[in-house]
């Protein structure tokens, strides 16, 4: 399978299954895609000539000749030979390596797009922190289950997990004292809101956290529509300068400026922009809004077209950047072509309720964040460990051999099949697709690729 | 080759004979939190081509 397409002056054509990426002049580009239509290579000859009347036979025959070469070398029209990997995933073992903990189902702001509802997830009542106990188990429990892996991924998530940061130091400083004697690596992240960000806060922070996650919108009227207080009032100019601090303080060590974009701001260009040139962020990530279509910032179809001229003229900015000495970083535009994930990651997935589980403040068990509460998908908890293995062998076998609608696409190995949590949000089923977000991650792939192509030409 | 330029990428198949250690990063874990994308996940694997 090949998917080709031409952008920003660049022919392009990705090799699905090998993942090579090959820059072909007019004449290769168009010899390629009446191969791919079927054409016989006598056919397709005959096609070129007709498409270029001048052409000499010496440029047909160096075409072909090019293209033939590829496919020898299994970089052009490479056949898929990955299915059977993915045929004994239900005997593969998959130790979790990572937490996501929910260390406080409440939150010192009140966005009214927030998935988790401010902590308190869908339908659930009560508010509340993650104690001491309950987190030092759940670590355990990772530890405990994370067979010969060494690196941990733990996250702080809420709600807002600074309103519970005392629990966050003293787990950091409990996993510190355990990770020698098991071999083990944590990586902790922090999720944050910026609110409850002080000195302290940035100590601890850019001292234990491998990755900073900071919620902003962009510019001050984006941001101050839903990232409000519970008395209704932005959180802006209180949370920007938390952020500028923490992140000068970091020293280089990895951080995200994370924003959310919806159907009231589809020029969200604007919003990273001013992040970078105006606030002095470089590591910027800038998602499409989660939420019911009947919602008013809900994207809508009609905002599809804007949205991807958006992401164009943002893979153009960022080339530019480039050029001119003051890169940024775009979380979905950061593909590592040479070093990126083997081909085992490319059909596995995200790792929701397999390798990756969220823990509630009281300890229960959910295939991720964004599952959590939903009883039907409830795996367990901490002390007992996953009860509910029917769903964990769900979430196993989930993968992109394994969605239906994934078969014909040309992303798959970019993408593994998407988000579980939209697909069922979308469908009723994590076996589903969330198309919306298929055109969008397309899209942003096709754009990533295009800046690879500009950096190999290069043009940056 | 005249007509095509190809840019270095990692040989899925090659992958498949050395890859599949499983230290790489979660990938909803490092920013997003609400879509899945493999693509920008770095390979933590040194010995693995
Ligand atoms: S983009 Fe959509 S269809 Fe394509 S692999 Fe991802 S989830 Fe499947
Ligand atoms: S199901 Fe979706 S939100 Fe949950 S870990 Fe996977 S990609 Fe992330």
Redesign the interface.
Known sequence: MIHQYKLNGYNIVLDV?????????D??YDAIRFLDEGKSEDEAKAALRSAYPGISDE?VE??FS??N??KEA??LFSED??RE?TMDFKKRVT?V??L?LLVAHTCNLNCSYC?AAQGKFKGQEKAGLMSFETGKRALDFLVENSGT???L?V?F?GGEPLVNFQVCKDLVAYARSIEKEHNKNF?F?L?TNGIGITDEVIEWANKECY?V?LSLDGRKEVNDRFRVDLGGCGSYDRIVPKFQKLVEARGGKGY?M?GTFTHHNTDFTNDIFHMADDLGFSEL?M??V?TDPSDPCALTEEDLPVLFEQYEILAKDMIRRKRDGKPITF????????????????VS????GT??MAVTAWGDLYP???FVNDPEYKLGDIWNGVTAENIRDEFKLCNVYAKPDCQNCWAR???????AA?ALHATGDIHGTYEY?CEL?KK??EC?LMM??AE??GDC | MKHIETVETRDMAVSAVKGGCGECQTSCQSACKTSCGIANQACENKDAE
């Not at chain 1, 997935?349 to 929701?352: I, K």
């Open positions: 299954f090998s993942g090579s990426i090959h820059i072909p002049d004449i290769a440029d160096d075409t090019d293209i070469e590829l299994g970089k030979v990955f990997v130790p390596k990572a996501c998935f892996r060494k690196n991924e996250d998530f990586r992240t999720t990755n996650v995200y994370r990530s998602e499409p989660v979380y979905h535009y950061m593909i590592d072509l040479e070093h990126g994930p083997c081909i085992y990651k490319r997935g995200c790792g929701s390798e990756y991720c964040h964004q190995l970019y993408c593994a099949g998407g988000c939209n977000g991650f942003r792939i990533a690879k192509v190999s030409k």
